[in-house]
C-alpha cells in the first residue's frame, strides 16, 4: 500500500529556514505528483505548490512564490519541501499528499490528494 | 484565488441524523470540488471528488451533490464514527487549489 513518510518535528528561529522531507513508497514518483499542505492552529488547510516527480516539474501557490522550494529526489523517492524567511505566522502542521496527474498535450491535469503523509509540525519562535 | 465557503461552521447532531454541509465557490469551479474529513491530530482523509464520486472505501452513507458554485456534502445516517471537521476543496486547474474553513460535526 502507497504511503507517505513525513520527517520529525522542527524548531526554528524567526528568519530562519525550514526544510521537509517526504519519503514516498509504491510507485507514486512515476505516476503521480506530490503537494504541500499546511495548516496553522484552528485554520483550515492551506495549499502551498506541488512537484510532478517524473519530469521535475513544480508550482507554487502565489502567496508563497519566492519563499517555498519543493522539490523531488527520484533516485531515494523523496519529495522536500524548504521554506525561508520564517515567521511565527508559518508555525504549522505540514503535510506532503500524493495527487494524480494526467497530461493532456503540453498540459496536466491534477487530481485530489489521497494519500497523505502523518504531517511535519514545524514551530518558528525566538 | 478562488474562495470557498462552507456553512455551518459548527453543526450539532445525534447519531441516526441526516447532516448537510454546504459549501460555496467565489466562482464557478464545474464539478471539481472535493470533500475531506479530519480528526484531530490526523491527516484529511479524501472522502468524496468530483462533486460527487465516493473514494474507494469511504461508506456509502457519505454522498455530495452540486456543480458550478454550490455544493454539498451529505451523511445519511450519522455515525459515532463520523464525528469530525469537514473540508470542501476546489481543484481547478486555472488556480490554486483552495479549501473551506471547515465544519465541525459535534455531538449534539
Known amino acids: 500500500q502507497d504511503q507517505l513518510v513525513q520527517s520529525g518535528a522542527e524548531v526554528k528561529k524567526p528568519g530562519s529556514s525550514v526544510k521537509v522531507s517526504c519519503k514516498a513508497s509504491g510507485d507514486t514518483f512515476n505516476r503521480y505528483s506530490i503537494s504541500w499542505v499546511r495548516q496553522a492552529p484552528g485554520q483550515g488547510p492551506e495549499w502551498m505548490g506541488r512537484?510532478?516527480?517524473?519530469?521535475?516539474?513544480?508550482n507554487y501557490a502565489q502567496r508563497f512564490q519566492g519563499r517555498v522550494t519543493i522539490t523531488a529526489d527520484k533516485s531515494t523517492t523523496t519529495a522536500y519541501m524548504e521554506l525561508t524567511s520564517l515567521t511565527s505566522e508559518d508555525t504549522a502542521v505540514y503535510y506532503c499528499?500524493?495527487?494524480?496527474?494526467?497530461?493532456?498535450?503540453?498540459?496536466?491535469?491534477?487530481?485530489?490528494?489521497?494519500?497523505w503523509g502523518q504531517g511535519t509540525t514545524v514551530t518558528v519562535s525566538s | 484565488d478562488i474562495q470557498m465557503t462552507q456553512s455551518p461552521s459548527t453543526l450539532s447532531a445525534s447519531v441516526g441524523d441526516r447532516v448537510t454541509i454546504s459549501c460555496r465557490a467565489s466562482?464557478?469551479?464545474?464539478?471539481?470540488l472535493a470533500w475531506y474529513q479530519q480528526k484531530p491530530g490526523k491527516a484529511p482523509k479524501l472522502l468524496i471528488y468530483k462533486a460527487s464520486s465516493l473514494e474507494s472505501g469511504v461508506p456509502s452513507r457519505f454522498s455530495g451533490s452540486g456543480s458550478g458554485t454550490e455544493f454539498t456534502l451529505t451523511i445519511s445516517s450519522l455515525q459515532p464514527d463520523d464525528f469530525a471537521t469537514y473540508y470542501c476543496?476546489?481543484?481547478?486547474?486555472?488556480?490554486?487549489?483552495?479549501f473551506g474553513q471547515g465544519t465541525k460535526v459535534e455531538v449534539k
Open positions: 512537484i510532478i516527480p517524473s519530469v521535475d516539474i513544480p
Open positions: 476543496q476546489q481543484y481547478s486547474n486555472f488556480s490554486p487549489w483552495t
Open positions: 466562482q464557478s469551479i464545474s464539478g471539481w
Open positions: 499528499a500524493r495527487n494524480g496527474v494526467a497530461s493532456i498535450g503540453d498540459n496536466y491535469f491534477f487530481y485530489p490528494m489521497d494519500v
